[in-house]
């Protein structure tokens, strides 16, 4: 069993409290300090395969106890959660000793986030995109969830005075904007699809409870966007593939685009959890389909992924058919503000 304040649940907290969340830093280091009550889950925690920040083991965690005290399971945890009391020991210790079974099922699952602010930073890319070739996009996304990004048009923007999207929606995103100014420019969305081995059904309850639960419980805006473009993609039922994502992609862009429409391929902190034997087959099959692409069907693709020493989240963009990649931004890990490097694309 990891020692106290050396375990994943520890470290974690660092950093949780670091990116503006001191609830969920609490619970976690509450969860380090408590974790001998949960043989199950401790085990699990200390023998976890690989690389267990990339795996987002504390995510995962986390969100097994937030999704118990939206249950009010056991009382004194979603007491906790409510803000009666604050004893977090107490109430983590009392979960992990009546529920560690659930807490490591919960956990044998990658996290489900499909966070609704990264489609700022995905929308200001598409804006880059357009300022490339002033063509309309067809959005092709990897590791897509419930789709909720591939509604990306159909929610309010306002980044850093540049309002974009739908006025009218409900679900409206405005992250903290920093540096130069987001690039002016129309995005218009004329078909998407996307990929996923379990995509969620906005339609299920339990989909999106689950969903609800890995929001950090000190963020109540993010619950109420994400409820809410929930609801649009019941309304609006995203297109999605149960699949492998590397062998959808290969058969997607297989077929030669529509001329005078950009294919994007986007995915936003998915590839931490594809092996290297995964990884380089994307890389050479989007590098395969960029060789292929020319002026009258060019290829983009956006990605916005911790850097490989994960010290940052970087929005990045490549174009073909010149390929040249692109550091658009560094970036929050849920969108929460944007880092613009600024400076018209030549590539």
């Known amino acids: 069993m990891p020692e106290p304040q050396q375990g994943e649940l520890a470290r974690q907290s660092v950093v949780m409290r670091a990116i503006g969340s001191p609830f969920v830093a609490d619970v976690l280091a509450a969860g380090e300090r408590q974790l001998h009550r949960a043989p199950r889950t401790a085990t699990m925690l200390a ?40 004893d977090v020991d107490g109430a983590v210790g009392a979960a992990l000793t009546g529920h560690d079974s659930f807490i490591a099922d919960w956990m044998r699952d990658p996290p489900q986030t499909n966070e609704v602010g990264r489609a700022a930073a995905i929308l200001a890319a598409l804006m880059a995109v357009r300022q490339r070739f002033a063509l309309p996009v067809e959005l092709l996304e990897l590791g897509s969830s419930a789709g909720l990004n591939l509604n990306l048009a159909r929610y309010a923007y306002d980044l850093g005075g540049v309002a974009a999207g739908d006025p009218a929606s409900p679900v409206r995103i405005a992250p903290e904007w920093r540096g130069a100014p987001a690039p002016d420019q129309p995005v218009e969305v004329v078909a998407s699809r996307g990929v996923d081995l379990h995509p969620l059904d906005p339609h299920d309850p339990a989909t999106c409870e689950r969903l609800m639960a890995y929001v950090f419980a000190d963020q109540p805006a993010r619950s109420s966007r994400l409820s809410h473009a929930l609801g649009l993609a019941r309304r609006y039922p995203p297109t999605l593939t149960r699949e492998d994502a590397t062998t959808w992609l290969a058969r997607q862009l297989e077929t030669p685009g529509v001329p005078g429409r950009v294919r994007v391929v986007f995915h936003s902190m998915v590839i931490q959890y594809f092996g290297i034997d995964e990884r380089c087959r994307l890389l050479e099959t989007i590098a395969a389909a960029g060789a292929r692409a020319d002026r009258l069907r060019p290829l983009a693709w956006i990605s916005f992924e911790w850097n490989a020493a994960r010290t940052a989240v970087e929005l990045r963009l490549t174009c073909w058919p010149t390929g040249g990649n692109r550091l658009l931004a560094t970036c929050h890990p849920y969108g929460g503000w944007i880092q613009w490097c600024g400076g018209p694309s030549q590539n």
């Open 47 to 86: 023998n976890w395969p690989g690389d267990p920040s990339a795996a987002a083991v504390a995510m995962r965690f986390n969100a097994a106890l937030h999704a118990l005290a939206r249950r009010n399971t056991p009382p004194v945890l979603g007491a906790l959660y409510r803000g009666t009391h604050d």
